[in-house]
């Protein structure tokens, strides 16, 4: 039978999510992490890619990023449906309820369609982790994993109004891992399971790559989950995941200070209303930053957006050119 989850909040868990508040707070201030599609594409592609790594997805920052804007990628092809898969089920955060179950079928068969013939269905076999030969960490049954995930919501959504989001997020994340629900996607899943709930309480999370930390701590990740399923209790998984939300939040807020001391407030302006690889027109950036006069778009966004290399010509020798359209730079 699988009940409440076992475990017991910490100071250093409190004290962790009060810095965490004080930092989300923070970040809310800046406008360009809601506004910029160009920023958030570039934190839906790390969040992507690091999950996937975990993994052990062979693709690169950079392949990740090219399957994102259409182009082709070269590679294992199942590592190709991964990311791509991937980048579907994040594309849908928003637009489901992480703490509704019957959505987390639905998100699973995009997670690993074409991948897996379970898709969508709770594993009908036994899971377990093995170091070589020896068998470290078996999962509950096939036959108490429909029981066992009904638990999980349903103390997942008792926790509404008593239990921080954060904290309740994390031992979501190692409950679901622990469970081990489905024969592929367990990880991907659990990441994204706990970002959805933590984006539910502050929509920031949704463009907070958490999972870059993770990978950058991968080896720190399996083995406090190994620790906690010795001791058959979350706390350590707790405050390893609440310090790489806080990490994240930090390197987020100082990409975001860096950005706005480094480039005119005009010019930010303007490109974090183009997104990467599309060719717009003066036109076109006039109406999107809100401006009726070419002079002051010339002078004032589009002239020092040029000369930084932020934005570039698509007929750079001919400046003049008619229909001459403008994108954001490569450099």
């Not at 076992?6 to 707070?25: A, N, T």
């Not at 013939?117 to 982790?129: D, L, M």
């Amino acid at each position: 039978m699988y009940d409440s989850p076992p475990f017991k909040i910490s100071q250093r868990m409190l004290d962790l999510v009060f810095r965490i508040g004080e930092k989300v707070s923070s970040i809310e201030g800046y406008e360009a992490l809601g506004t910029s599609p160009r920023l958030r594409k570039q934190n839906r592609v790390r969040s992507v890619h690091s999950s996937c790594a975990i993994e052990a997805n062979s693709l690169s920052l950079g392949q990740v990023s090219d399957i994102i804007d259409g182009r082709r990628a070269i590679g294992p092809e199942k590592d190709i449906q991964e990311v791509r898969n991937a980048l579907d089920a994040y594309s849908m955060l928003g637009s489901f309820d992480p703490y509704y179950p019957g959505d987390l079928l639905k998100i699973h068969s995009v997670m690993v369609n074409g991948n897996v013939e379970e898709a969508g269905r709770f594993r009908s076999h036994g899971e377990g982790v093995f170091s070589g030969d020896t068998l470290v960490f078996m999962a509950p049954p096939p036959e108490q994993v429909p029981k066992n995930m009904e638990n999980l919501f349903a103390w997942l959504n008792g926790t509404r109004g008593d239990i921080s989001p954060l904290i309740a997020s994390c031992i979501f994340h190692y409950e679901f891992v622990f469970i081990h629900p489905f024969a592929d996607g367990n990880g991907r899943m659990a990441r994204l399971w706990q970002t959805a709930i933590l984006g539910a309480w502050r929509g920031i999370f949704h463009w907070i790559p958490v999972e870059n930390r993770i990978e950058m701590a991968q080896r720190e990740y399996y083995d406090v989950i190994d620790r906690c399923n010795t001791k058959g209790s979350s706390e350590d998984f707790v405050e390893f995941m609440l310090l790489a939300i806080l990490n994240t939040l930090e390197d987020s807020e100082k990409l975001l200070k860096d950005s706005a001391a480094e480039v005119p407030a005009q010019v930010r302006k303007l490109i974090d209303i183009m997104e990467d690889g599309i060719w717009y027109t003066s036109r076109q950036l006039m109406d999107r930053v809100g401006l009726s006069s070419r002079p002051t778009f010339q002078n004032n966004y589009l002239r020092p957006a040029l000369a930084r290399g932020t934005v570039e010509m698509e007929f750079p020798d001919s400046p003049r050119a008619r229909g001459q359209r403008y994108r954001i730079g490569k450099t």
